[in-house]
């Protein structure tokens, strides 16, 4: 996307849209060009569309309206909303008029941003397998101060959360743990950046048990990945790490319904969409992508409850549910993170059931071991639009998961299932390591359908400076 090259609505020669607030008139020169009050047709109020013609009195074929309420009620949530509203009835290149969506709080740059992101996120259409994807709709930003660095940020973000849902939206038999990989190497190519690749020898080798264990019943091999992005100087590096299930079985405690389980993967896609747009807008950080990524399927060698394993970390775990897979490849990737340096950790994972059970599609599960990063990263997530609410982790927990074979088992139940989870995590967290876990099981897909790239935008807030 570009900034138009003119600064006024008479000189596109591409329909307009064309925000309105209630208490605007619309631009007098639009209305007497159109020779009629449309200020009496166009609905003003939030979120409606009005498409008004030109009948040949402007070059192009119409102006969408889309309304945005009372100006001093206006938000950036707000606006995200209305701009997804109205990009979805582009049709043909347009011209976006920036400065009629600016308030007292919002300014031209900011209405950029938004606009931009907001339209790429909507163009976005879940891949139909074997045919090509269609290009998106060309549309012009016109302002009348240089917007272009804010279009370019818009983009970084809007194609950095559609890659990550693309990954994601990939059906599992086609995004197996190999192709994970692959996506990073092209990540890592394409900005050149250092990646490591662990495989299953590797792995063997270093005795990360937990992903290994996982791996068993697989007949694909594991990998974990760090991505390596330093633009930071001297600073120490942070870590984002992700769950990369590229299918959840449940193991021998098969689930009943398994219905979105390729949808598993959605943590370690962020990372990769993480890493993108950190690269994409050139922030001045130094972070590890840290990925561990295998599925969790049942073969005759596939790990059984009761069995003990040795972590990474040395800490052992007895199975209690083979379902509980992801805090066990996420521990020896949390060990992994702190290894490479990293005192700074967000975990991003579709790691229970409970947590979507508590907090439905709507906030993600947010836990931390610190009160002053995690209130940092509450308002990192209020200035992104993004919900997430926080959830305790408590030593009492831990007396729920003690083992008579092991430092602790992997679960219990159901029964304060994200908790429990977290909790289990924070055992792989070293004191002096600041540590946000974020429980994205309800909140990265539509139900099984469709992936929404939730927390993209706020991680990379909270890292980028
Ligand atoms: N991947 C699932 C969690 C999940 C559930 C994600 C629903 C998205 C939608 C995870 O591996 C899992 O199976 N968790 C179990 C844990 C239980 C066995 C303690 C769960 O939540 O049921
Ligand atoms: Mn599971
Ligand atoms: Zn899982």
Same mark, same amino acid.
């Not at 166009?42 to 939030?46: A, G, N, Q």
């Not at 994205?440 to 990265?444: E, K, L, M, N, P």
């Given at each position: 996307m570009e900034q138009a090259s003119y600064s006024f609505i008479y000189e596109s020669t591409q329909d307009i849209i064309y925000p309105i607030y209630e208490d605007k008139d619309i631009c007098p020169k639009v209305v007497e060009t159109l020779g009629y009050d449309i200020n009496l047709i166009? /609905?003003?109020?939030?979120n409606q569309i009005t498409t008004i013609y030109t009948l040949g009195q402007y070059p192009f074929d119409k102006i969408i309206f889309i309304g945005l309420g009372k100006s001093i009620e206006m938000t950036t949530a707000k606006m995200r909303d209305a701009f997804i509203t109205v990009s979805q009835q582009i049709k043909q290149p347009a011209s976006f008029d920036a400065k009629r969506a600016t308030t007292d709080m919002i300014d031209i740059h900011k209405v950029t941003q938004l606009f931009v992101e907001s339209y790429i996120y909507a163009s976005y259409k879940e891949h139909v397998i074997g045919h090509d994807t269609k290009e998106i709709i060309e549309v012009n930003v016109i302002a009348q101060e240089n917007v272009q660095a804010d279009i370019e940020i818009g983009e970084a973000y809007g194609n950095g959360i559609n890659y990550e849902r693309t990954l994601a939206d990939t059906p599992a038999n086609l995004m197996t743990p190999k192709d994970i990989v692959k996506a990073a190497i092209q990540l890592a190519k394409e900005y050149n950046l250092e990646l490591t690749i662990l495989d299953n020898q590797k792995l063997q080798e270093m005795g990360a048990g937990g992903i290994l264990a996982v791996n068993q019943g697989s007949d694909l091999p594991a990998y974990m990945l760090a991505l390596k992005y330093n633009h930071g100087s001297n600073q120490p590096y942070k870590a984002v790490v992700g769950k990369g299930i590229t299918f959840d079985s449940g193991g021998y405690n098969i689930k009943g319904n398994s219905f979105?389980?390729?949808? /598993?993967?959605c943590g370690a896609a962020s990372v990769l969409g993480i890493i993108k747009i950190l690269a994409d807008i050139k922030a001045n950080v130094n972070v590890y992508g840290i990925i561990a990524t295998t599925e969790n399927l049942i073969n005759g060698s596939a790990y059984k409850p009761q069995d003990v394993i040795i972590t990474l970390s040395k800490k052992t775990v007895e199975i209690?549910?083979?379902?509980?897979e992801g805090r066990i490849i996420l521990c020896d990737a949390l060990t992994y993170a702190q290894q490479l340096g990293a005192h700074q950790i967000i975990d991003l994972a579709t790691l229970t059931g409970a947590c979507e059970v508590a907090l439905a599609d709507v906030y993600t599960g947010v836990f931390s071991n610190n009160d002053e990063y995690f209130h940092k990263f509450n308002q990192v997530l209020k200035d992104s639009d993004e919900k997430g609410w926080r959830l305790p982790l408590d030593n009492a927990y831990l007396d729920k998961i003690k083992s008579n074979s092991a430092d602790f088992k992997n679960s219990i139940g159901r029964v304060g299932g994200a908790s429990i989870a977290a909790s289990f995590l924070q055992q792989f967290i070293e004191e002096d390591t600041k540590w946000i876990h974020l429980d994205?099981?309800?909140?990265?897909d539509h139900g099984g359908k469709g992936a929404t790239g939730v927390m993209i935008r706020s991680v990379v807030n909270m890292l980028k400076d």
């Open positions: 166009v /609905d003003k109020k939030l979105g389980m390729k949808y /598993d993967m209690f549910s083979t379902d509980a994205i099981a309800g909140t990265a």
